[in-house]
């Protein structure tokens, strides 16, 4: 298997003192209720090295632990059309203006406090502050993808939602595999650490661990890489 970033990114980044390189690995089309596990073994352990670390996409691991929410067991409501109508649209995906995420938040986290986060988002605009809205509504709704089919037609039908306990998931992928990782929620505007493994934790900084995804090397198209694997560069001094 030939280690590269993908397109458009760069492969080597600076995080403190160190470089990383950021080996975007391509795997097949995930699909729901398959075993991670298998998937890290398939992929990752190859073309593992001694000091190698991996991020995983969020979204992998949800759609094995079959974490979705199906457009059918979603009541749109008055306030869910309503509400989706001020919402901004985001460069990086169907946001809150898409009517069904708009519903499962106020699923979620209740009516009063979605229309409170719409209020205080909207007020929060005028003086160039965005993320406001999913900072009061929280990562569980901010981190929900899908209801979206331009990209891949199979996530037109279901939302995909947060990983289910992603440290015990992390330990878990340590244990099992030997390979140190993080799960992440990372777009191009944005990165969210959702949990990481003991040896990770020990190695790096939850600072380090987000600055060394903070261009989002996975990508934000039909790449089909949810995994990223990340090598320490050795320096090379003159003598």
């Known amino acids: 298997m030939e280690l590269k970033a993908n397109d458009k990114k760069n492969l080597e980044i600076n995080v403190g003192e160190n470089i990383y390189c950021r080996y975007a690995i391509k795997t097949h089309f995930v699909r729901l209720k398959e075993n991670y596990i298998d998937i890290i073994n398939e992929y990752i352990k190859p073309i593992y090295k001694e000091g190698d670390k991996i991020s995983i996409s969020e979204k992998m691991i949800s759609l094995c632990q079959n974490r979705v929410i199906y457009k059918k067991d979603l009541k749109i409501g008055f306030w ?3 509400l989706s109508k ?14 069904y995420k708009m519903s499962y938040c106020i699923k979620k986290v209740g009516l009063f406090k979605t229309i409170y986060a719409s209020i205080f988002g909207a007020f929060a605009k005028l003086f160039r502050r965005k993320g406001i809205f999913y900072k009061i509504v929280g990562q569980e709704v901010a981190g929900l993808d899908g209801f979206y089919s331009k990209i891949f037609e199979e ?3 279901f939302g995909i939602e947060n990983p289910s ?7 878990e992928i340590e244990e099992k595999t030997k390979i140190p990782c993080m799960i ?4 191009d505007l944005g990165q969210e ?3 990481y493994s003991p040896k990770m934790g020990e190695e790096l ?15 934000q198209g039909r790449e089909l890489t949810p995994i990223i694997l990340i090598r320490k560069k050795i320096k090379e001094y003159n003598v």
């Open 80 to 82: 869910a059309k309503f």
């Open 86 to 99: 001020f919402a901004s649209k985001s460069t990086a995906g169907q946001g809150i203006n898409n009517i």
């Open 155 to 157: 996530y037109g039908e």
């Open 165 to 171: 306990k992603p440290y015990d998931v992390c330990k």
């Open 184 to 187: 992440v929620d990372a777009n």
């Open 193 to 195: 650490l959702l949990g």
């Open 205 to 219: 900084s939850e600072e380090e661990m987000l600055g060394i995804i903070k261009d989002n090397p996975a990508g």
